[in-house]
């Protein structure tokens, strides 16, 4: 029996421990200095909106580690000593290990903007950013959140339900345009307006400035303009979270090196979810990819090959979603914000504005590369059914109906959708397929 | 906006504590005129000595009114046992002397000689003894003890069970009377002006429910999931609101199903509305019906606006809405108008629990073809309705779209339902608690049919009238009504239907093993966030389901939907379709690092 410890309980590593407990009967050791438990931490928003509590956001009951023998320790680990096989605890402790899995997360990036460290200004990633919030937000009038990404309209939102006026900086022409195409970033952006937010475009952050009383007071614009505010969120993305790695001996670039097993340079000790870097990346993918889906799936992947089964990490089809405000969104396979050579697309926007389909597709063989959705819901098992075939847009038109995945009574467009695709497009004068009454006794 | 809604809240509370206030301002003076109104004439005889105090006296509250009348009752029966009841001296007299010689054989002739004056007691004593210790006649006895041992068990039979029946007020009868003498006997503003107060209660209540309600079409911001500062509101996080609502409902229950006699002013206030729609006066479940028809409509008025970006919750919410106003209200209401049965066709059995009593049974036997028509509705919606419907859609075509607890659990109980307990712990008592109601309602009717059918009472030594009487108290009102919604703020709004209700236990059944019925999980979408189970007021850890990419396949799924609604990213949805790929195997779409998956 060895002794497999893993560093970090989020998704990654609790997939990780779950994952090898199913394979097999190791001592499995999580250690985290976050949180006695595993929660999700993409629902901390909901936390503070008084959706949840933060009991709610954990996936499972407390007893099931202890069922599964999952061993949980509350520490942080300051130091790895690959030669002893230890790692240094913040308590003081050593723990040693046969196998080591390193699934530490991210942190928020700060770009070393003056005043970035005063009271009042923060990043949020974990649990106790959020408590920080809590206390930095109290009874506050007004705030400015820098960096317009995910985490940044989510804080945006969050701050809206305590009645908090904000001013949100971005530095592109629309909102996350940077992995957006315009007419999705002009949709989202209508609707964080439309929520009341100050969408302030285009606008970059020169210096953060103090009040009397020490805590932030304001910010200043590299235009030059004063806004006041008595909070400031920092949300322009995250990096890996390996600082205490730097003396280990580990390949480190701005994660932590692997290769396709998820292994570093050191003999048995892995490295999965947000901190790990992958020094050959896929083709098409990121070298680092900060989701919760490659999280779990590294997770799901590293237990294998620690099991002795070698398995190479090979995501499918790419998929990633989120939801802003009160739009969600889907993707699926490929759409960059900016059409490729050879990519040619097809958008759809209801009359409404907050329902949007964009396909993106081969221009020669109409081979379909990818979807973005908002407002819709789409069947991942079909999309990704259609991507891996390699079915062309025609196709995917004429069956879209067998895509979608809205609550029963919800309005439908694929028709629309169809006729639009045939207006832009007459030779292709495609009729959707019925699905409505196949789909009621089959 | 804020105004308004202020505003609203103000006249809401007003017309609440009017409604309050009204439970304690009336006066209380019985007359000659109303006793001979409410009372039979023998039963006047035998109460009269012991009320003279209080006929035309004024009472001022209801308590000690109430107090007073219950003691009258207490003297009134205690005076009848004294008289009417077997004494130990008429056991003797029965025994005869002590010299006769025994063995010998027990004769009921002896009655001729012991109750011999011809007066009403010694006529009634007669008849008892023959009708409770007929069993005795002829038989041999050893000693004088052994049959003064008899007589002793006949005597007790018969105080117990004979007298309060027939010459006194048994309990049923005093709970009757209690209640309509009070209402009858009540006097004061009320009384004098129900359109006011009924004005001032209702009409300013849902005036400023809805002012409350409908502002929140702008001021809560676009369509969407606002589950806002739910977890720090006092009301909706067991805080001191939420408590204080529940004693408000808990009492509000007890004193509805078990003391009706104390809320006669409610009553009174709603008299006008019943003589309008059936021509007499209301009783506690017509002012029952009637608070409840209007709750759901308020309240769903709400649910509409807060779910307005979703046309399932809108159809169902209309649903519900009408279910409770047409089938459970109005209808029931004109058909004794029309002096029919009162019959509500969406109520099925079990949850129904006494479709199947002699006196329902007698009742539309002998209503002609309509009767019958509404017997044979009840059974079809037992045999066929529940699983044919169950397959096709799920229970939830009964229990989120048309049933009426589940019409208040969806509307009034809406803002509680994030307080069910999702542990597995509580999934295990549920399964056992809920399928045990279901069991006592077979076994309880089975007895009551035993008893229709056969005529006896009695059944492998259980008395078929105390079941079903146990069950009315226990589960019919206690669990019900006190528990499944005083509880709503303490427990979630579906314990009763998650842990009590056998129709659910009966309806989840089939939608468990023979349903088209499923929630199905989108791939690997799920980011284990929560918002689904958080939400689902069954207690389904939706979450545990959807992070394994499995189909949510459980009999207590009530399919309201609100799982589907919260989720921010688009991972649930219910569903009708083919049975087979219901059960499937867990799949997270999205990582082809290896194949098979364990
Ligand atoms: C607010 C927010 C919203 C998000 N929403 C989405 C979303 O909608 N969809 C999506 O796909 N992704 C989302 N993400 C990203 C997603 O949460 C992350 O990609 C994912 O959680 C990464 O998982 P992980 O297991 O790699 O790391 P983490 O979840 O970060 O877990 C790492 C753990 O290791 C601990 N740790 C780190 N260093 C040490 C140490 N030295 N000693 C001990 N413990 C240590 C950390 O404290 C932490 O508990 C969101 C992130 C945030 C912050
Ligand atoms: S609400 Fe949706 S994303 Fe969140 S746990 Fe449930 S299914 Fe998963």
């Not at chain 1, 221009?363 to 891996?388: A, C, M, P």
């Amino acid at each position: 029996m060895r002794k497999i410890a893993i560093i970090g309980n989020g998704i990654s590593g609790i997939t990780a421990a779950r994952h090898l407990r199913k394979l097999g009967d190791d001592e499995i050791v999580v250690v985290s200095g976050e949180t006695d438990h595993f929660f999700s931490r993409t629902a901390l928003m909901y936390i503070y909106m008084g959706h949840m509590t933060y009991e709610h956001t954990k996936p499972y009951e407390d007893w099931f580690w202890t069922k599964n023998n999952i061993q949980l320790l509350r520490v942080w680990v300051q130091e790895l000593k690959p030669e002893e096989k230890q790692l240094l605890l913040s308590n003081g402790e050593h723990l040693s290990y046969d196998q080591l899995i390193i699934a530490t997360g991210s942190k928020s990036n700060k770009f070393g903007w003056p005043g970035q460290d005063l009271p009042g200004v923060q990043g949020l990633y974990s649990y106790q950013d959020l408590e920080l919030m809590e206390e930095n937000t109290r009874n506050i009038q007004k705030a400015v959140i820098v960096g317009g990404g995910l985490i940044g309209v989510e804080m945006a939102e969050m701050l809206r339900t305590r009645n908090i006026e904000v001013v949100f900086l971005i530095r592109e022409k629309e909102f996350w345009d940077v992995v957006m195409p315009k007419e999705e970033a002009s949709l989202i952006g209508r609707h964080i307006i439309e929520h009341h937010i100050d969408l302030r475009k285009e606008t970059e952050l020169k210096e953060i400035i103090a009040g009397d009383n020490g805590r932030v007071n304001a910010v200043v614009t590299k235009s030059g303009e004063t806004i006041e505010c008595q909070y400031v969120g920092l949300t322009a993305g995250v990096s890996p979270n390996i600082n205490f790695l730097k003396e280990s001996g580990v390949n480190l670039d701005r994660g932590v090196l692997v290769d396709r097993y998820l292994r570093t340079n050191l003999p048995d000790v892995y490295a999965i979810g947000d901190c790990a870097q992958f020094s050959d990346p896929l083709p098409n993918r990121r070298p680092i990819e900060q989701v919760w889906y490659t999280g779990r799936m590294h997770g799901e992947t590293v237990a294998r090959t620690i099991m002795g089964k070698d398995t190479a990490y090979k995501p499918g089809i790419w998929f990633n979603s989120a939801k802003f405000f009160d739009i969600e969104y889907q993707t699926y396979g490929h759409v960059w914000n900016e059409l490729k050579e050879n990519e040619q697309q097809f958008y759809w926007e209801h009359p409404g504005g907050k329902k949007c389909i964009k396909f993106v597709y081969h221009k020669e063989s109409n081979q379909l590369l990818g979807v973005n959705t908002f407002g819709i819901r789409l069947k991942h098992q079909v999309l990704d059914q259609w991507l891996g075939d390699k079915r062309d847009i025609f196709y995917v038109l004429k069956n879209l109906r067998e895509a979608n995945f809205d609550p029963e009574f919800y309005t439908r467009h694929e028709q629309e959708i169809v006729e639009c695709f045939n207006r832009q497009h007459p030779s292709a004068s495609i009729t959707i397929k019925s699905g409505i009454f196949s789909s009621l006794f089959s | 906006m804020r105004l308004i809604q202020t505003t609203g809240l103000i006249l809401f509370l007003l017309g609440f504590a009017i409604f309050i206030g009204s439970f304690f301002l009336s006066n209380f003076q019985i007359t000659k005129e109303q006793l001979e109104e409410v009372l039979t004439e023998s039963e006047i005889k035998t109460l009269e000595p012991h009320l003279q105090h209080m006929v035309n006296q004024e009472y001022g509250s209801n308590f000690s009114f109430i107090h007073d009348l219950n003691q009258t009752f207490i003297e009134a029966n205690e005076f009848t046992m004294e008289t009417y009841g077997l004494s130990k001296v008429d056991l003797e007299a029965i025994a005869g002397s002590s010299g006769a010689s025994y063995p010998r054989d027990f004769s009921l002739d002896v009655l001729d000689q012991v109750f011999n004056s011809g007066d009403e007691v010694d006529i009634f004593k007669k008849k008892a003894f023959t009708d409770y210790g007929g069993w005795l006649d002829q038989r041999a006895y050893e000693s004088r003890e052994g049959l003064l041992g008899d007589l002793g068990s006949v005597a007790e039979n018969f105080n117990k069970y004979g007298i309060i029946g027939q010459k006194g007020f048994d309990k049923y009868r005093v709970k009757d009377l209690k209640y309509e003498l009070a209402k009858s006997s009540s006097t004061g503003p009320v009384k004098d002006s129900p359109w006011l107060f009924l004005g001032l209660t209702y009409a300013l209540g849902i005036l400023g429910a809805i002012m409350y309600i409908l502002p929140k079409i702008k001021s809560d911001g676009p369509p969407g999931i606002r589950n806002n500062n739910i977890h720090f509101s006092p009301m909706k996080h067991r805080g001191w609101l939420g408590i204080v609502t529940g004693t408000f409902f808990i009492s509000f229950y007890i004193f509805l199903y078990y003391f009706p006699e104390y809320m006669t002013n409610w009553i009174i206030m709603v008299d006008p509305v019943s003589f309008l729609l059936k021509g007499s006066p209301a009783g506690r479940f017509f002012l029952y019906g009637f608070l409840y028809t209007l709750t759901i409509l308020v309240m769903g008025t709400r649910m509409l606006i807060n779910y307005r970006h979703s046309n399932y919750q809108i159809a169902r919410t209309i649903s519900v809405m009408f279910f409770q106003t047409s089938f459970a209200f109005l209808i029931p209401e004109f058909l004794l108008r029309l002096n029919k049965p009162f019959f509500d066709f969406k109520n099925i059995w079990p949850l129904d629990y006494d479709f199947f009593f002699d006196n329902e049974l007698s009742t539309l036997i002998n209503s002609g073809s309509l009767g019958i028509f509404m017997l044979g509705w009840g059974i079809a919606l037992i045999v066929l309705g529940v699983p044919i419907l169950v397959y096709f859609f799920g229970k939830r075509w009964y229990c989120s779209w048309v049933c009426g607890c589940g019409g208040l659990a969806e509307t009034l109980g809406d803002s509680y339902r994030q307080l069910s307990d999702k542990s597995l712990k509580a999934w295990k008592v549920e399964q056992w608690m809920v399928h045990a109601v279901l069991v006592f309602a077979v076994v309880m009717t089975a007895g009551v049919l035993y008893t229709y059918w056969t005529g006896s009472s009695e059944i492998l030594g259980l008395n078929t009238y105390g079941i079903r009487e146990t069950y009315g108290a226990w589960i019919g009102a206690g669990f019900a009504g006190v528990i499944g919604t005083g509880f709503y703020p303490l427990m979630g709004n579906r314990v009763w239907c998650r842990f009590g209700c056998p129709l659910a236990a009966y309806l989840g059944i089939v939608q468990r093993f023979k349903s088209r019925f499923r929630i199905t999980t989108n791939g690997g979408q799920c980011i284990s966030c929560g918002n689904c189970s958080t939400y689902c007021e069954m207690g389904i850890d939706v979450r545990w389901y959807a992070q394994r990419g499995q189909n949510i396949v459980r009999s207590s799924c009530v399919g309201c939907g609100i799982c589907s609604a919260v989720c921010p990213r688009g991972v649930l949805n219910l569903e009708n379709a083919s049975e087979k790929s219901r059960f499937n195997k867990p799949v997270l779409i999205g990582n082809d690092s290896f194949e098979v998956r364990e």
